[in-house]
């Protein structure tokens, strides 16, 4: 009976490859995104994340955290204050994604052209603003997330990984990524499993990736 049992397990298919969770670590030491916001903007990227079979975590970062005790893999999303000028990205920039082969890989959110493409107001924080920040940079990182894992694969024509998100795409009640992307971020996610423990990303070099705005002019279409 022993060897029957042996043979079953000898001759059972191996397990199939899991891929890790991702830890989406987010640093906004100048506090640009209401802390009141943030249970809300995690579920939002992990929903959309896992809405497609992948596993990603959000975690902000606090203030004097020691990092390194984030297991791999993990990226870091920081919120700019600023505009993306220096960054040598186009006007209207919402975020960005940079990195080396071999090295890290950073998403750079730039806050005010999140704001002016949601026809926000400075200073407008009322729970409609605030759910629409949530959803609107949810997406927004989503796609430099997916830069990070894929950075070969570029833009597609429509859905999430569009190089130009309107208001309205930011705030649909769906957005679709697409299937190219979704493979190659897939596999990028079991190839850095595969190097659990390493603080570099197992995944080709690529230019810096950016999501713009809708090219808008002053007055700017604030929302009220």
Same mark, same amino acid.
């Given at each position: /009976?022993?060897a029957?049992?042996?043979l079953?397990l000898?001759?059972? #298919?191996?397990?199939?490859e899991?891929?890790?969770?991702l ?9 640009q ?21 992948? =596993? ?12 390194? %005790?984030?297991?791999? #893999? ?9 505009? =993306?000028? %220096?960054?040598g990205?186009?006007?209207?920039? /919402?975020a ?18 999140v ?10 924080? +009322? ?11 949810? %997406? ?11 950075p ?8 999430? /990984?569009?190089?130009?998100?309107t ?7 769906v957005?679709?990524?697409?299937? #190219? ?10 190839? !850095?499993? +595969? ?16 999501i ?5 002019q002053?007055? !700017?279409?604030?929302v009220?």
């Amino acid at each position: /009976m022993a060897a029957w049992v042996f043979l079953a397990l000898a001759l059972a #298919p191996p397990a199939p490859e899991t891929a890790p969770t991702l830890t989406l670590v987010w640093h906004d030491s100048t506090r640009q995104f209401p802390a009141a916001g943030l249970g809300r903007l995690a579920e939002e990227v992990e929903a959309l994340f896992r809405e497609n079979g992948l =596993s990603v975590t959000f975690h902000p970062a606090a203030d004097q955290e020691n990092l390194r %005790r984030i297991p791999e #893999p993990r990226v870091n999303a920081i919120v700019l204050p600023g505009e =993306s000028g %220096r960054f040598g990205v186009p006007p209207n920039t /919402m975020a960005a994604a940079h990195g080396e082969k071999g090295g890290k890989y950073s998403i750079f959110v730039f806050y005010p052209g999140v704001r002016r493409t949601l026809g926000h107001r400075d200073g407008q924080t +009322s729970p409609r603003h605030l759910a629409e920040l949530t959803r609107a940079l949810a %997406r927004i990182v989503a796609h430099e997330v997916v830069h990070v894992l894929a950075p070969e694969s570029g833009h597609a024509e429509s859905g999430l /990984m569009s190089g130009r998100l309107t208001r309205e795409e930011l705030l649909g009640d769906v957005i679709d990524l697409d299937g #190219p992307s979704l493979e190659r971020a897939a596999s990028a996610m079991k190839e !850095w499993g +595969s190097a659990t423990g390493s603080s570099k990303f197992p995944i080709p070099a690529a230019p810096l990736r950016s999501i713009v705005g809708p090219e808008v002019q002053p007055p !700017w279409p604030f929302v009220r």
